[in-house]
């Protein structure tokens, strides 16, 4: 277990909708990071928060967006799904301010189905 | 932009081989570098990385890994592998100033008992 929580852990959803993925960092971590694994792209870097701040941006989609709150547990929202966005989303978190070096710790995921 | 191969994409072994999973990566700066490891029903979870200094670095449960900065590799080691190593193998790298962490697309390692 590395401290890291993810919720729902399934989701399954149709097309056009718009979901909201939830994650809690470890206690005392500042970093969060946003992850999609799929099929066919991979494990892709999404989006990176730093107490609240935006920090990182990867392969962010413009239907998603991301957000840290003052409790710095971060939620990603997924708008307007497509087929193609059925993956699973893992959330990280690091202890510092969220250089490059530090290790991230990753929760268990949240596997997301669009129909 | 950096990015990352992994040749192998499912390796099986007996007990008690020697592995090494290859990772490739392309970006002409300075990198940090990582594996991770992903057993069955688990979180992704760090083996090991490398920023400086010693290009051997030595791992959790006796996994290692070699930068060799002339090849763009950073090969993953194990002199014997258990039954429980059995997993999915992830290399990772980012440029030394930017969280955007590039993963290859793993290998999966079957170990045999």
């Known amino acids: 277990d590395s401290g890291v929580t993810q919720t729902p852990k399934h989701l399954i959803t149709a097309t056009g909708q718009r979901v909201t993925l939830r994650c809690s960092p470890r206690s005392g971590d500042l970093s969060v990071y946003w992850y999609q694994q799929s099929l066919d792209q991979g494990l892709q870097f999404l989006i990176q928060?730093?107490?609240?701040?935006?920090?990182a941006k990867g392969n962010i989609l413009e239907r998603f967006s991301a957000q840290q709150f003052p409790d710095l547990h971060s939620e990603l929202n997924l708008s307007s799904l497509e087929l193609g966005d059925s993956a699973l989303y893992f959330c990280?978190?690091?202890?510092?301010?969220?250089?490059?070096?530090?290790?991230?710790?990753f929760g268990p995921g949240t596997r997301l189905l669009v129909l | 932009a950096q990015s990352v191969s992994q040749h192998n994409h499912h390796v099986i072994l007996s007990e008690a081989a020697s592995l090494e999973l290859g990772c490739n990566y392309s970006y002409g700066g300075t990198v940090n570098l990582f594996w991770y490891v992903q057993y069955p029903g688990q979180h992704l979870q760090l083996l090991l990385k490398y920023f400086s200094g010693d290009p051997l670095v030595k791992g959790i449960k006796g996994f290692e890994a070699e930068f060799i900065k002339s090849k763009f590799s950073f090969n993953l080691r194990k002199p014997s592998v258990q039954w429980s190593d059995t997993a999915e193998y992830f290399c990772?790298?980012?440029?030394?100033?930017?969280?955007?962490?590039?993963f290859g697309a793993g290998t999966r390692l079957t170990v045999k008992p």
């Open positions: 990772a790298v980012n440029a030394y100033n930017n969280n955007d962490m590039r």
């Open positions: 928060y730093y107490n609240g701040e935006e920090r």
């Open positions: 990280a978190s690091s202890v510092g301010t969220g250089t490059p070096k530090e290790t991230q710790y």
